[in-house]
């Protein structure tokens, strides 16, 4: 079975492909909805929103003209981009691998299927360097410590799967999650988590400023 997974995995293409393959999908699925009149009406304004066919002149106009502000007007960017270049420098520079060596070692032996796990929740702050580095060295400290490595890497796989984007620190998620939450609605709608003083007109933003009150 995990051969078998092993295999299905290696034989994805690389993210960047995968990502062109998806838009070239977008493509054609706005080629086909177009055909088809699929429309959908917004929940909050109550407009009706069809479909723009992006393989006609009009739709390769507007790929070109819309590109860079799609692309700068996106909430997170910003706080994404410094994020993850601090952590893509912590994470080259060995920090990031040193620190969780240090937090794991140095833990009691008593201890040291909780500081795995725990360890295993914390790891995300790098993304998947539980996976590549915490998982591995489990097995090896609980061999050395006479006890089945099998049993070590599955404590660590259950806090790196576990309690993934559920950490302590601000993990890479975070900032794409903050600049998604901080956005007072996409352009053209009224959907918004409402201020003091401000009047929401969503069922949705009602109900989040109820929850505030409580």
Request: aromatic share 8%; net charge neutral.
């Amino acid at each position: 079975m995990l051969d078998r997974t092993e295999r299905i995995g290696n034989a994805l293409p690389h993210p960047a492909t995968l990502f062109a393959i998806f838009a070239l999908c977008v493509l054609l699925f706005s080629l086909v909805g177009h055909w088809l009149n699929w429309e959908a009406i917004h929940p909050g304004t109550g407009e009706t929103i069809r479909t723009v066919n992006l393989l006609s002149q009009e739709g390769i106009h507007k790929i070109l003209l819309e590109m860079v502000d799609n692309f700068t007007s996106f909430a997170p960017l910003g706080i994404v981009l410094v994020a993850m270049l601090g952590i893509g420098i912590a994470e080259q520079s060995g920090l990031i691998h040193a620190l969780i060596k240090l937090l794991v070692l140095n833990a009691p032996k008593k201890l040291m299927t909780f500081v795995l796990v725990f360890t295993g929740i914390l790891s995300n702050v790098a993304s998947d360097v539980g996976y590549v580095l915490l998982i591995p060295l489990a097995g090896v400290i609980f061999q050395a410590l006479g006890r089945h490595p099998i049993i070590g890497m599955a404590a660590a796989f259950a806090g790196v799967s576990g309690g993934f984007s559920a950490n302590l620190l601000l993990g890479t998620v975070d900032p794409l999650l903050a600049g998604l939450s901080h956005k007072e609605g996409f352009p053209g709608s009224t959907l918004s988590v409402p201020h003091p003083g401000h009047t929401a007109t969503h069922p949705l933003a009602k109900e989040c400023h109820r929850a505030r009150k409580w």
